[in-house]
């Protein structure tokens, strides 16, 4: 049986790991690399690289952290934010990273999961997707699409993601757990595997997650603050009898 | 030693040819069919379509030279897309090499594509799993060969049943996960497959 995954997720901006509240208030956490490296010693089943970089310009930083990372990590990561269009989600893939993860650029031209699934499998495609109440949201969860979070999936899978990162703006950061009727809806109604993101406070919240029907979570800031809470968090799940590697 | 990565245009190689590295060979990316032809190991890796991949093979004769290879007894292994490659015809659409007989076939499961650690499940002793039973590795596939002979199956997965995971034949070995992306486990993997293809 596959193992379920516990994925941390690393926000670069200018090629250094970052951390700050709603984007402001960003504190340096490091070199991106070498902060990957020490999670796939300490377990991580994969991980993710989000460009927060504001501005296209600033995208050479992250192509180089995405190269070093394909050379020096032995885990699978994912490798997104910011993905503008089919070229930028190609630089990403081309430069070493196992899959993207394409948010806005795939709602506003869904025909981009196609043509990136086409070339490099659907395995390789992941469509990141964030929702405030079940609705659809872009620009960092500014602005409102008016489409159902859930109806939205449905299509992305059948336009070619082969993954769903789905966040919930609701839960992201507050740390009581992730939102379980938008994971357990989205699990319920795609084919293809779901990472729950948004709200990790502790393990129980994680096999919440799982058994909603994820096949993996996202967690950020838990682990960041103490590194050693991942093979902690893994221990824990393993203990409450979930397939853990 | 030198190991040729047969590059038919599919994706990204880096990462296999890091990890091959670390594991003491010197992996040659190559669209050059005489360098295929002659390495002392080649590989069919990358990512995408059968159908894709066979093309862009055939596009510089690397198909052939991969199949002389394979007559004169010398080793080509398969990763991941590279081991369907292996195969005859893909319910993806296209043809593989032919060089095992069988199928490729749409893995049938409650979530595909099949994305995650998994159980090594040896069905039998070999050179290239040696060491590996009961291991967890990297799969990230949608699709996987179903060879006419279950002798060449060396070890299997279960996803909502079972899937062939890995295959060795003569000359002819693959595997359908990622061992550069499999930590310890999938180098262990590189580590055998070089010293299979020394003495296949």
């Keep these: 049986m596959v193992k379920k995954r516990v994925i941390p997720c690393l926000d670069v901006a200018d090629g250094r790991v970052v951390k700050g509240i709603n984007f402001r208030n960003l504190r340096e956490m490091g070199e991106p690399v070498e902060l990957a490296r020490r999670y796939s010693e300490l377990g991580a089943d994969e991980l993710v690289f989000l460009d927060i970089t504001a501005t296209l310009e600033g995208r050479g930083p992250i192509l180089d952290v995405i190269g070093r990372a394909a050379d020096e990590l032995t885990i699978p990561f994912t490798a997104g934010g910011g993905v503008t269009g089919v070229d930028d989600a190609r630089g990403l893939l081309l430069a070493g990273a196992d899959k993207v993860a394409v948010n806005r650029a795939a709602f506003d031209e869904p025909g981009i999961l196609t043509t990136l699934a086409a070339e490099f499998g659907s395995q390789a495609v992941v469509v990141a997707i964030d929702a405030r109440a079940g609705e659809v949201v872009t620009h960092a969860g500014r602005e409102p699409r008016g489409r159902d979070a859930v109806d939205w999936a449905r299509e992305a899978v059948e336009r070619g993601a082969g993954e769903i990162l789905l966040t919930s703006i609701d839960a992201d950061g507050t740390r009581a757990g992730y939102d379980l009727d938008l994971t357990g809806a989205v699990a319920d109604a795609v084919d293809v595997p779901v990472i729950a993101s948004g709200g990790a406070g502790e393990a129980s919240h994680l096999a919440d997650a799982f058994a909603a029907g994820a096949e993996a979570a996202l967690v950020a800031s838990i682990v960041h603050e103490r590194p050693d809470r991942l093979p902690e968090l893994k221990t824990e799940l393993r203990e409450a009898g979930w397939a853990i590697r | 030693m030198r190991v040729a990565i047969a590059d038919y245009g599919a994706g990204n190689l880096r990462s296999l040819s890091s990890a091959l590295a670390r594991a003491g060979v010197e992996p040659h990316v190559t669209t050059d069919a005489v360098t295929v032809h002659d390495a002392p190991l080649a590989l069919i890796a990358g990512v995408g379509h059968v159908e894709s991949a066979a093309a862009g093979l055939a596009r510089n ?140």
């Design chain 2, 61 to 200: 004769g690397l198909d052939d030279a991969l199949r002389a290879r394979v007559q004169a007894g010398r080793p080509v292994a398969g990763i991941c897309v590279g081991m369907q490659l292996l195969f005859e015809a893909s319910e993806e659409g296209g043809e593989g090499l032919g060089l095992l007989e069988g199928p490729v076939r749409r893995v049938r499961a409650r979530r595909v594509p099949h994305m995650g650690w998994n159980t090594l499940a040896e069905t039998r002793a070999s050179s290239v799993l040696d060491g590996l039973d009961g291991e967890d590795v990297y799969f990230a596939h949608s699709f996987a060969a179903s060879p006419a002979d279950d002798g060449v199956t060396i070890a299997t997965v279960d996803h909502d049943g079972r899937l062939v995971a890995a295959v060795e034949s003569g000359p002819v070995a693959g595997v359908q996960f990622h061992p550069e992306r499999s930590a310890a486990a999938g180098a262990r993997v590189l580590e055998n497959l070089v010293r299979w293809s020394r003495s296949a």
